[in-house]
């Protein structure tokens, strides 16, 4: 976009996206925007925010981008320091004006105070920049952002737009999660193979389709070489590759990584048109400073990139691993903070087949859209020197779960702890039948007797029994328990 050290434009894009969901106390909720690339880069040495503009086609490609910026939960303030044509430009395609600084410039380059001499004298120009965004914060009233309020009864009613039926709906965030290697990058591939040639999806087809969708597949992959897996996988499966697409080039050297609120994103969308976009895995694409398991680092990202399906009205697939905790419920596996599941409408779980080793077991495990989709068994189909990913009809999918084709131990887990926990019971209640004392010596005895955890025996221990009100050991170190009636 900019001849002009382009990696600090970049960031200093991507620190706008981030200011925009963050609040930030230090210098980074101030952004200049400058025509005179020196003072970008000494603005951004002072660690402000910044923003390089030197002709008229990255004045267009700037504003575009500051017109898609959902700007409302933010505190950033703009600063146009240029000519000008290029302040209203600006100040043109922000919607909230309370954020923006008319006429920076003149409150900086004053008097002797010209562009020449800030060049020449760091500190004076640092003191500037500091005076303006003082005399902004000082004299701003926050009572005066502007405020919305819209009657329900004025609200119109719109019906979900969706791109598989009752699977995931565009302008909506579906997680799509397994374990490594069971076929998530496969499943990908055969939805967009079906939706590049406008074949039709299994399940309920809505009333108001004439014939299935058909349109462009985003793929956005940080694991699977688009030249040595992805196209070799969609010609597998049958895709009208024509109609599929990346923007990722990970063998150039200069290109930049995308991530969820990368500013290329609403360029990209409006040139491309996606009906489908996915992104695999999540965690190549939040950033390097974003920890996924805390939910306030999380949710702002993934409303931003649900904002931008909306806004340009594709469906939204982000593929997520699950963690090695087996003894979970496999809702609760997919790794990261809960609230990723939380952000989605719909979240799907795709398994192994607990007997059949070539089919997969795709489940629906969350639906705020809809009714829940019936589970659903592929199988990856070997065609001479090509792979794909096929619908198995046959496979038996009765008395199937997600537990059950996941490899998970909570499950037989659960049964287990709760037949210990019925025998301990049972145990504890013969032993508190004629006395209101039983020495831990004999409740451990007894737990070993029958092969019962220790653990799992406090457990029932605490439902059939309760402290002593005179204490709970004596001397000998007995416990006093009360048989609950």
């Known amino acids: 976009m900019v001849n002009y050290d382009c990696f600090k434009v970049y960031s200093s894009f991507s620190r706008i996206f981030d200011t925009f969901h963050k609040e930030h106390t230090d210098r980074r909720r101030f952004v200049f925007i400058f025509d005179e690339g020196q003072f970008c880069e000494d603005a951004f040495y002072l660690g402000f925010s910044t923003i390089y503009i030197s002709n008229e086609e990255e004045l267009k490609e700037v504003t575009e981008t500051l017109h898609k910026i959902p700007m409302s939960s933010s505190n950033c303030i703009i600063f146009p320091c240029c000519y000008k044509n290029v302040n209203e430009s ?15 410039w003149k409150n900086i380059f004053t008097g002797c105070k010209t562009r020449q001499f800030y060049l020449c004298n760091l500190e004076d120009f640092d003191n500037a920049l500091i005076s303006l965004a003082d005399k902004y914060k000082s004299s701003k009233d926050e009572n005066t952002r502007p405020i919305a309020v819209h009657k329900f009864s ?3 009613v719109k019906s979900i737009d969706w791109l598989w039926y009752p699977y995931i709906a565009k302008g909506n965030i579906t997680i799509l999660y397994a374990a490594p290697g069971t076929g998530k990058t496969f499943l990908t591939c ?8 406008g074949e039709a999806l299994p399940g309920t087809v809505p ?14 992959n940080a694991e699977d070489p688009a030249d040595r897996t992805l196209k070799p996988r969609l010609i597998g499966c049958g895709a009208d590759v024509e109609s599929i697409v990346t923007a990722e080039e990970w063998e150039n050297k200069d290109f930049v990584p995308y991530s969820f609120t990368d500013p290329r994103l609403p ?13 695999d895995p999540m965690q190549s694409y939040i950033g390097p400073d974003v920890d996924m398991h805390r939910a306030n680092q999380t949710r702002p990202l993934l409303a ?15 593929v997520c691993h699950i963690n090695k905790m087996t003894n979970q419920e496999i809702g609760d596996r997919i790794i990261g903070s809960q609230d990723i599941k939380g952000a989605a409408r719909s979240v799907l779980f795709l398994g192994q087949h607990p007997e059949l080793s070539e089919v997969k077991v795709l489940f629906q495990t969350k639906n705020n859209l809809a009714e829940w989709g019936e589970p659903l068994a592929f199988r990856i189909d070997n065609k001479g020197t090509e792979t794909g990913f096929v619908l198995d009809n046959v496979a038996d999918l009765r008395d199937l779960t997600p537990e059950k084709c996941s490899g998970s131990t909570t499950g037989k887990a659960r049964v287990y702890a709760e037949s210990q926990r019925s025998l301990a019971e049972e145990v504890i209640s013969e032993l508190f039948k004629d006395r209101d004392k039983v020495t831990t010596e004999e409740l451990k005895s007894a737990a070993s007797e029958h092969n019962i955890t220790w653990k799992e ?17 004596n001397g000998d170190g007995d416990y006093y328990l009360k048989r609950i009636c």
């Not at 055969?190 to 040639?197: G, H, M, Q, V, Y």
């Not at 360029?267 to 992104?279: G, R, T, W």
Request: glycine fraction near 4%; charge should be positive; proline fraction near 4%.
């Open 90 to 104: 600006i100040e043109a395609v922000i919607d909230d004006k309370s954020r923006v600084v008319r006429n920076a």
């Open 154 to 156: 004025d609200i119109e």
């Open 190 to 197: 055969w939805l967009a193979s079906r939706l590049s040639n």
């Open 207 to 220: 009333e108001e389709w004439e014939k299935p969708p058909q349109g462009v597949t985003m793929f956005f």
């Open 267 to 279: 360029k990209l969308f409006e040139k491309v048109k996606p009906e489908l976009v996915i992104f």
């Open 304 to 318: 931003h990139i649900n904002s931008l399906a909306k806004m340009y009205n594709f469906a939204l697939v982000i």
């Open 457 to 473: 025996f406090q457990k029932a221990l605490s439902k059939v029994a309760k402290w002593h009100k005179g204490g709970y050991t």
